[in-house]
């Protein structure tokens, strides 16, 4: 699977063990930066993650700060980018299987590395059911960010 990576300056050696594993997986991978722990904004990194989702160069993305929230919000302002803070594996698999997220964020603050492996996998093991109910409510997500673009 073609795979996007990105985080801030928090999230930077989270993101390097999380790329390494996705390329042991036998992955490609594409690292959008931060390349060092120099301070940085995690909305350049957000929007560098979604950005290539969008437009194809990654099917999914792991975007990664320090608590995951900040990273989440601004991935979230990308019409089409659904992404999901996950804590938990059930949460990274039920969030693609029932909502199709299509980036995993994480808090490098919060989880270590064994755990965002579990997430990381557990997020990229999952495929979107497509049932008719998870169909439904994605259409009124998808109202919704068609209203916001009229405003």
Known sequence: MKLVVGSDHAGFQLKNEM??????????????????ERPSDYPDFAEAVGRAVLDGRAERGVLICGSG??????????????????HDTYSAHQGVEHDNINVLVLG?????????????????????T???????????????EDKMLKI
């Not at 790329?19 to 060092?36: C, I, N, Q, R, T």
């Not at 497509?130 to 919704?144: N, P, S, T």
């Open 108 to 128: 490098s603050r919060v989880v270590g590395v064994k755990l965002a492996e579990d997430l990381v996998k557990a997020f990229l093991g999952a495929q979107f």
């Open 19 to 36: 790329a390494s594993l996705l390329k042991s997986l036998g992955h490609d991978v594409l690292d959008v930066g931060a390349y060092d």
């Open 69 to 86: 929230v900040g990273a989440s919000v601004a991935a979230n302002k990308l019409v089409g980018i659904r992404a999901g803070m996950c």
């Open 130 to 144: 497509r049932e008719e109910r998870h169909m439904r409510r994605l259409a009124k997500v998808k109202a919704l």
